[in-house]
């Protein structure tokens, strides 16, 4: 468990029991443990003020405003004032925070101060790129600076709980979640969970730093078709060597909360899932924060097929160990009559409210519970520039180059007539992306903003054509624009007279995100037609993608002599990308998902299983796992991304043929920058085990590296393998390491690598 340091701990004449004088109780309290003051706490609880404790109600009320008098609104305000709401979401602002945390603090018997939650998930007001972006920079320690800012951003206005990180594996990029994960790999997938804990949390007895949540736990990223809020069906295999590894890092990491998911998971709603959240999260891994529902997903089990009615989800919920209820309603409703009946034991609350008030005591809220209620903090830190600065810095980092032919990219800084052509180009609300409810439109930096920042050249634009019509911050009453060609003609002509055009074309930032399933992984509207027209007059083309997810081009691949990845960046998007095309930043992003040819191959991804039947040797052969129309490779693969350098690997070494238990093997390869500037290489190690007692992936990222090499210099890598590196989930049920052989693999991407052999000996 994260250590934390603590303050004395004060009890406030407003409300926190009162037992003599502050000095005198100080001296006392110093000597008791954080666990004693729980124990302390939950025996002056009623066990409707501990049910309290477990609901979570949404922003009801403006605190500005009249009380509310009637309806649903003044039902929660009257709950809050009776101690019955431990947690609220949707509130921001330090004014409505401490007005709120004034009421629990100061009105209620016991004074038990609130957590206040939001959805900071990549950025506050200052936004850095979509997750999935930030997790192709490969890049942990920019990637927990990310959180950091995010955090410290949103303490200042009074939140001290973020709904992140996603931490969920996905190998479809259909699901429109993708946008807020860490893409398709567990091992990346857990380093960058870790850093993104470590980021939001920090220090806890900090005022900058507030908890962080792991979701959805689990199976969220494995929906069935795709589609958002599906059915999940995955075997053990899959769910603890895939699935679950993110989560059992972000745990080991020391976060605090746990989100479930709306899935069910071996027919049974995550909500109400006893193995995973009671066996797995609770037993196995000895997880001590606790755990969230996600928005309804309570009542949402009636739907299911699962609950009959409220009072029901409420008891399968609670007896499944999921312990805060967040907008159902069930627990603040029934618990306690569940209780009273029998149904539910009090003491499987009062576990639920233990780990809810440690979480508050380790936060540091009975201490202070105005620790993130100061308006002079507030102004001085939300959008200040040190935060552009980093989310800049993000930005750059997280673009990948797909494809530079003829070195067409960098531009030349002068002499050129340079044609910017599409609606997002000039667009400062959509690079923002999904989940940032907390920013203001037209705020990031327009792609067409960062190239006039390049006076040199001749700079035309012309829209092209929209992506979609009617109001883009509201996408469920927004149409894809698949008729309008008006402005093809502007930017044909634009086109034709230009030295280089640059089209920025994907996705509107509300495309993706929670809800925002895709059947077509195309370009969406007309913007494929546009690419062909603009091509047949001036194919000296830079394509700029903006995507929450891994698009279907093929046409483009093949035609297209210059593809840069770059995403939604958020608030310093249009220069980040200006500095990338022209070369004041040497793009070094990898993809962490795999890009397909066709939607119809999806879920594609690296670290597929053989099959009995991968290939056949006959040339006329049908009977092997294939399409007869497609091709089984990704259009990019996991791990791909190019640069301005050019890098040469070489000299694949092993220190040994073989380990045994309790001993290591390096491996090492030498990494040379044939090209002519400064660049960063992100070096991946890959592993086979050719043999399991359960079938084995081809290929697992097990390592991996960023380097900078200078033109002409040469570096040598040097992984470490040991018994740890090679463990999986057997078929005994057990994590660990099984004697055989092993193929090791190292390059660049997943897979252009050099190759070796080893064996581990038992």
Partial sequence: MMQIIRKPYLFLAVGLFVIGSVEAQTKVENNISLDKKVESLLKKMTLEEKVGQLNQYNGFWDVTGPTPKEGLAAKKYDDLKKGLVGSML??????????????????????????????????????????????????????????????????????????????????????????????????????????????????????????????????????????????????????????????????????????NSFNELNGIPATANSYLQRQILKGDWKFQGFVVSDWGSMQEMKAHGYAKDDKHAAELAINAG??????????????????????????????????????????????????????????????????????????????????????????????????????LANDKTSPLGNWRIAADDNT???????????????????????????????IFETKINTADKSGFEE?????????????????????????????????????????????????????VLNNGRPLAIPWAEEHIPAIVEAWQLGTQSGNAIAQVLYGDYNPSGKLPMTFPRNVAQVPIYYNYKSTGRPVMNEPESVFWSHYIDEKNTPLYPFGFGLSYSKFEYSDLKLSSASFSKNGNIEVSVSVKNIGKVIGKEVVQLYIRDLIGSVTRPVLELKGFEMIVIKPGEEKKVTFVISEKTIEFFTANSKWEAEAGDFKVFIGGNSVETLKGDFQFLK
Avoid at 145 to 174: C, H, L, Q
Avoid at 333 to 352: C, F, H, M, P, W
Avoid at 500 to 526: F, K, T, W
């Fill in 322 to 423: 999921s312990d805060m209820d967040m907008e159902s309603n069930g627990y603040v409703d029934y618990l306690a009559q569940l209780v009273r009946e029998g149904k539910v034991k009090e003491s499987t609350v009062d576990d639920a409210v233990r780990r809810v008030l440690k979480v508050k005591f380790e936060l540091g809220l009975f201490d202070n519970p105005y620790k993130y209620c100061d308006e002079t903090r507030e102004l001085a830190t939300v959008g200040k520039p040190e935060f552009h600065k980093e989310v800049l810095d993000m930005a750059k980092k997280s673009i990948v180059l797909l494809k530079n032919n003829n070195n067409l990219l960098p531009l030349k800084k002068s002499g050129q007539k340079i044609a910017l052509i599409g609606a």
């Fill in 90 to 259: 949707n509130v921001k602002g330090v004014k409505d925070v401490r007005a709120l945390q004034k009421i629990a603090v100061e009105q209620t018997r016991l004074g038990i101060p609130l957590l206040f939650g939001f959805d900071v998930i990549h950025g506050y007001k200052t936004i850095s790129p979509i997750p999935l972006a930030e997790s192709a920079s490969w890049d942990l320690e920019a990637i927990r600076k990310s959180a950091e800012m995010a955090a410290e951003e949103a303490a200042a206005v009074g939140i001290n709980w973020t709904f992140a990180p996603m931490v969920d594996i996905s190998r479809d990029a259909r699901w429109g979640r993708v946008m807020e994960g860490v893409g398709e790999d567990p091992y990346l997938g857990s380093r960058i969970a870790e850093a993104r804990v470590k980021g939001f949390q920090g220090d806890l007895s900090s005022n900058k730093n507030i908890l962080a949540c792991a979701k959805h736990f689990a199976g969220y990223g494995f929906a069935e078709s795709g589609k958002d809020y599906n059915t999940v069906d995955v075997g053990e295999s899959t769910l603890q060597n895939v699935i679950f590894p993110p989560f059992k890092a972000s745990s080991d990491a020391g976060v605090r909360t746990f989100m």
């Fill in 491 to 543: 930017a044909i002509t634009a086109a034709k007279s230009a030295d280089v055009v640059i089209l920025v074309l994907g996705e509107h930032g509300l495309q993706s995100g929670e809800g925002r399933s895709r059947a077509d992984l195309g370009l969406p509207g007309v913007q494929q037609e546009l690419l062909e027209a603009v091509y047949k007059v001036n194919s000296n083309i830079v394509l």
């Fill in 444 to 474: 990031a930096v327009s792609v067409l903003e960062g190239l006039q920042s390049y006076k040199e050249n001749q700079l035309t634009y012309a829209k092209g054509a929209d992506v979609a019509l009617g109001n883009p911050k509201f």
